[in-house]
């Protein structure tokens, strides 16, 4: 059967990588669709993601390429004809989760969302309305670490690939960052490293700035500190007050997202020494 | 009672107009909150929006007004704290409708959607989510003119303020233009004036654009020649076929269409020989 | 004679402010030929820019307007038929001092360019070039104050509206900031307050940023916190090096910088409680 | 001797290119230092970039890769480590010369300015600081014929790689295009194909645009409708006339037509089909 898929491969660099990796894939009789190579000077690591196409035999094409390639590679081959599953956290803003649920709708975004968990009750109606089912586990009473574990249990009930963070205002513990490792997205609503933390548009408003932005990354144990995916800002100007600028930021915030997201879902993210590397 | 108003005035330049207007406001002892004006030294036309608040006695304020501006005056009060009603005009496409129906739902437009009217059936579900009424309107077996009498029957039920065309495909006849002057506000899926008229996207895939964006602008009767109200672009590559650049549009259009009915629902908007100006 | 003037109005804010001032002005027969006011409805503060033009019996209108305004009202008079003049300071990075020069030339920027002081010599020939004079005050062998007094006392010779730190790389200190109060304009290479102090481009590169950006300001006595005037960003992904990003970053830092100075030139700008409101 | 090299390989899309490409260079010995490729699906073209670095048997090399690629296959290999040499045709405007002479100059642009050649004399003095010489090559009492060959007489004195028409305002002829085929790039004052021709500025105006832009194209025997190699945009307003478009257009203009060269001169650019592929 003719199938997709997608092999990503990320390894110390070295002399003769690429021609090894696509000799081997030729040899397999698979039909190259794009490549996309890039090398870390700095660090000398090499990465590679290649769409393939053809009848695969996938143990042996990962053992050819392990025994062919250098100590320390990475090889990943990952099925491009499975829709991915994610599961949305989110507290009490809609419009992330509003652009992610309208996109999935209409075929914008090629993914099944499992379900969407809130640690508010008010977002339940319009998760509903699109045949999703919500939860919510309110953080009342419970210790961040108890919370977390009940959110982790939910989540783990749908397996998904992806755990999106549409506007969730709560920092989880490192306990459940381990658990899912450059597996969960988050939007932190102003161009990082300004404005790490609460409040970015009061902030952003106190300083005067002239403008504003969003920034999609993965999260890690360091609060807003976790490699980048993508960034975008908008012009403001002195006529805005802060919220002004909370209100024209959602667009910027949940396009950041949206389109952050689609990047993983096609699996076009490395992460490499807290960074992304987008092929 | 404390009411907010705003106040649209536009006449041919003088001397002196904006201390006019301003002190019979201050005689009506009515604040100004904000206040822009713009003279166009081309045509030597004034226009001048200003945010007012107080007790209002507004027959005695235009009458004050139209006494003291010079002929050729158009004064207009707006009561600015009424809720403006929409009518959406669709076809098949949901991007542009979801936004503006999700920005609705959390508030992120201060409007009422009156009615959703399709020339297809498919939007209904979605439109229905949201508690508003569809009408599937076909065009089918009727001439243009037929069948614009129809949307224009059903639309004026509702009484709306202003109707968007939020990917409508179809061009309306001169008469149903003429009936809603300045009130009727198109996405257009290109920056205009290139690609006028169908297939933007795929006309500019074939000329190998770097750029490609969307046009929100009023209706007049030469196809997308309307007034222009915002425009934005994203950057495409070699790596775009004509399919991704729609796909990758579609958000610049819907966020353009939602900004254009954003100043529109704040009477930000004056029409003049064919252009806007944004006040 | 007809001149043009630019009234800054700036004061508590209050009812019937816009028409007293145009009143004042219509009676003293000028024409404005524009206006743009603002009202912080945080600080209630007001500010208004005039351009007027007419025979001005300058101060007999000003004595008419602080009487006829609230307490703690500042007027100023500007003369807008005047060409500015400016001192720009510069270390060793040419790409700023060399756009303003250029623009400059072609009557891009409406300004004359006293003189340049480096506290190196290697732009010499630059500026020499286009008949402008340089001056090398070297900061080596003396204290910050003692090199900051030589370079205040170059710059007083030259009398200028407004001070452009062009990449000059040096913190100035508390008694030079203070001699010229909201007219040192620096460039930061950085999206402000993201990147503060030395080195941003590396350290954007480190942190992984998706934009980089660069910021126009006025100096005050905290480093990189000054009122900021303009801002803009461009994107960069992996492929940038932390030399390839300040590399990109120039073209942003030299337009922030010109436009941010083109404001200034045309009066556009006020300074309240550190931050810009433009007009 | 360690060189670097450019090989830029087209050819009909088959299996296995890249391991065939990859393999020959690394039998070579020769290191991968970036490598890009791109395959057209529509038209089933290939297309890759690879910097190459080590010692070089360039007839050999080219031999092998020439047996081993499909008929219809142009392979280039290009000198990486020598400066390319570019000459420049102005007719009166100053700023898209002045950047590339003020980055030549410090290093932002790595590339020999051999001569600039005028249609008019008044950048002459200009030109001349940089040391760099200028002609002057009036069209007055020419057909435009003879005018051209004027032109490529001078030109072609000075060998270049690539000709940059940095506000050249006038059409060259068929016989001048087909002399330098894909080696003449022109900066054109709009977001083509917007404005096509004269005074897009005085038109995007008239038309009410809310962006305007400008686009770095190869010229071919169409009026602006060479390949595009890069295009920017930047918001205007009702407050802008057309020479206020004017002259905030010039840094879109300077920044698109100097990048575009930056991609030049680093053989970033193929040209297929009348678009441009970079990779």
Redesign the interface.
């Known amino acids: 059967m003719i199938e997709n898929k997608i092999l990503l491969t990320d390894c110390p660099d070295d ?2 990588l ?2 090894k990796i ?2 081997i ?2 040899k397999h ?1 698979l ?12 660090t000398k690591h090499f990465f590679m993601r290649t769409e393939l196409q053809g009848i695969f035999n996938e143990e042996v094409l990962l053992e050819d390429l392990n025994f062919s390639l250098p100590k320390g590679t990475n090889c990943r081959l990952i099925n491009a004809d499975r829709r991915k599953r994610i599961v949305i956290l989110v507290t009490k ?3 992330c989760l ?2 992610i ?3 999935t ?2 075929g ?1 975004l090629n993914v099944e969302i499992a379900a969407v968990i809130g640690n508010h009750d008010n977002l339940r109606t ?1 998760v509903e ?2 045949d999703i089912p919500f939860h919510c586990i309110s953080h009342e009473g419970l210790t961040r670490i108890e919370h977390d574990k009940k959110l982790a249990e939910t989540i783990d009930q749908y397996n998904p690939d992806i755990i999106v963070l549409a506007k969730y205002m709560r920092v989880l513990n490192p306990e459940f960052v381990a658990r899912y490792p450059n597996r969960v997205i988050n939007i932190h609503h102003s ?5 790490i933390g609460a409040n970015p548009y009061k902030r952003a408003y106190d ?5 504003i ?1 969003a920034t999609a990354h993965f999260i890690n144990n360091e609060l807003d500190e976790g ?7 908008i012009n403001v ?3 805005y ?1 802060a919220e002004a600028m909370m ?1 024209a930021g ?2 910027v915030e949940k ?1 950041v997202l ?2 952050a997201l689609d990047l993983a879902l096609h699996d076009r993210l490395f992460v490499y020494q ?5 092929l």
Chains 1, 2, 3, 4 share one sequence.
Request: charged residues 25%.
């Open positions: 002399k003769g690429i021609a696509t000799n894939c030729y009789q039909n190259i669709l794009h490549n996309n190579e890039f090398v870390d000077f700095e803003e809609a419009h509003g652009d649920l309208m996109k709708y209409y914008g319009l309305r699109f161009f990082l490293p300004a404005f300083r005067g700035v002239k403008i932005g490699p980048i995916i993508m960034q975008n800002v100007d002195h006529t007050s209100k959602r667009d396009t949206s389109r807290n960074k992304t590397i987008i």
